[in-house]
Every structure is written in structure tokens, then in C-alpha cells.
């Protein structure tokens, strides 16, 4: 019953390649040239939305019933700080790149510096749970919890993105890779 852990794997693979995107916009943008704001902004609010209402929550239920189980490791409550930061940290980043769309003045420092932060804070979380909490999950749970798991899943959380949406991200990817290579 660890195909939650296996979506979220695969999920995780998904956001790396973002994250890597990213750091090509990051350096892009360092060296003075301007990516398209607007794409950026869309493709931050998507990470923000779908990180705070599926992949995090879902974290979150196995991280609790690990919890049930008697795991108490720090680790387990870090992830859950870092998921609360990160969800800050990708709001700034986007506000910052949506200021710069509405024509605010932002320093280039800063901008930068919202996305560097939120890039190295999410591949450092990434990390963690690939490396102690996923393991410990496969390790400890029983085939009882991950049915109870998967119950509170759907019962809380739809995890389903239509195909217009992962179309638009594909897109969005798609375009803003175009970017960085030219």
C-alpha cells in the first residue's frame, strides 16, 4: 500500500525539474536578463496552490500516523516547520515577481533572494523526506495504516489535477525553458 509514498516520489522527481528550471531563471535573471514575469508568477502560483491543497497535506497524514505509530524523530517536525516556510517563501517569491509585473520597483537583490531561498529550502526538504521520512514510512507503517492513510486522503484531499491544468503547466514549462536556452 505504498503507492501514496510512490505518487509522492514521482511528485518530488516533478518538482526537481521545476527546481532545476528555476535556478536556469535564477541565473538567467542574475546576469541582467528578464525572464517572462508573468509565466514565472503563473508557474509559482501553481507550485503555491498545489503544494499547500494536495502534496503537503498528504504528507502531512503520514507524517501523523508515524506519529501514531510511536515515531517522535525531530526530523518528522522539521518537514512539517519546513512546509509551513515554504509555503511562505514560494508567496514571497511570487509577490516579488509579480510586483516586478505590475511594475513595482523591487530590487534585483531581493528578487533573487526570495528565489534562491525558496529553490535551496525545497530541495533541502526534498531531501529529507526522500531519505528519513519516506524509509521510516515504508519501514514502519502497517498495511492497516496506509489503508487509513489513503482513507483520509480521499476523504480530505483531492489529488486530481484536470488535464487543462497539467496541460497549461506543461506549457508554462515548456515556455520558460525556451527562455533560459536562448
Known amino acids: 500500500m505504498t503507492q501514496i509514498l510512490d505518487r ?3 511528485e518530488h522527481k516533478q518538482i526537481s525539474k521545476l527546481l532545476d528550471l528555476l535556478d536556469d531563471i535564477l541565473a538567467m535573471f542574475h546576469r541582467g536578463r528578464e525572464p517572462d514575469y508573468e509565466l514565472l508568477s503563473e508557474l509559482l502560483q501553481y507550485m503555491e496552490e498545489y503544494s499547500d491543497q494536495i502534496h503537503h497535506p498528504v504528507e502531512e497524514v503520514i507524517r501523523e500516523r508515524l506519529r501514531l505509530a510511536g515515531q517522535n524523530q525531530p526530523y518528522l517536525d522539521i518537514l512539517t516547520r519546513q512546509h ?39 530541495r533541502h526538504h526534498l531531501n529529507l523526506e526522500e531519505t528519513e521520512a519516506f524509509p521510516l514510512a515504508r519501514q514502519v507503517l502497517t498495511a492497516a495504516d496506509w489503508v487509513a492513510i489513503q482513507e483520509e486522503v480521499a476523504r480530505t484531499i483531492d489529488p486530481r489535477l484536470s488535464e487543462t491544468d497539467l496541460q497549461r503547466i506543461r506549457t508554462l514549462v515548456q515556455h520558460l525553458t525556451s527562455q533560459v536556452r536562448t
Open 8 to 10: 509522492l516520489h514521482q
Open 84 to 122: 509551513e516556510a515554504l509555503n511562505e517563501m514560494t508567496h514571497n517569491f511570487r509577490q516579488a515577481v509579480e510586483g516586478v509585473v505590475n511594475g513595482e520597483v523591487q530590487r534585483r537583490d531581493q528578487v533573487e533572494a526570495y528565489g534562491r531561498e525558496m529553490v535551496t529550502t525545497l
